[in-house]
């Protein structure tokens, strides 16, 4: 659902942001609708979306409303960039984090940071 909403539909890959994001919204819904966080919590270690889920809870940490002030600079997650993180004026997360969270989400290795 919500790469219906930040894509351009052309794209065939994109970043931990935006997988991260998608990821933390299935949790959210599926604990919400189907009243199964397990679910969840027993799905997403074992997949290539673990590590972009523990970007995005590391960031909403930092900046609970980081995601609603990028897509106000930039509304394609897949294309937000070190630069739209300042113009947010999310100063407070580390260039680490935001590092990871611009790079590609890369597939092939599940549960493994993007090297």
């Keep these: 659902m919500l790469h219906v909403l930040v894509t ?5 890959t994109t970043n931990n942001l935006e997988e991260g994001v998608a990821t933390h919204f ?3 819904m599926t ?7 397990a679910y ?3 799905i997403i270690p074992n997949t290539a979306y673990a590590h972009p889920h523990k970007l995005i ?3 909403l940490a930092i900046e609970p409303d980081a995601i ?3 897509r106000k600079v930039q509304p394609n997650l897949g294309l937000v960039t070190a630069d739209d993180f300042d113009k947010a004026g999310l100063h407070s997360v580390p260039a ?6 611009i ?13």
Excluded at 8 to 12: E, F, S, V, W
Excluded at 31 to 37: K, N, T
Excluded at 103 to 115: G, M, N
């Design 31 to 37: 604990e919400d609708y189907a009243l199964d966080r």
């Design 57 to 59: 809870q590391e960031l």
């Design 26 to 28: 299935s949790v959210l």
């Design 40 to 42: 969840a919590e027993r």
């Design 8 to 12: 351009d539909g052309q794209t065939k």
């Design 68 to 70: 609603v002030r990028l």
């Design 96 to 101: 680490a984090l935001i590092q990871e969270l």
């Design 103 to 115: 790079k590609l989400i890369d597939y092939s290795h599940p549960s493994q940071p993007t090297q």
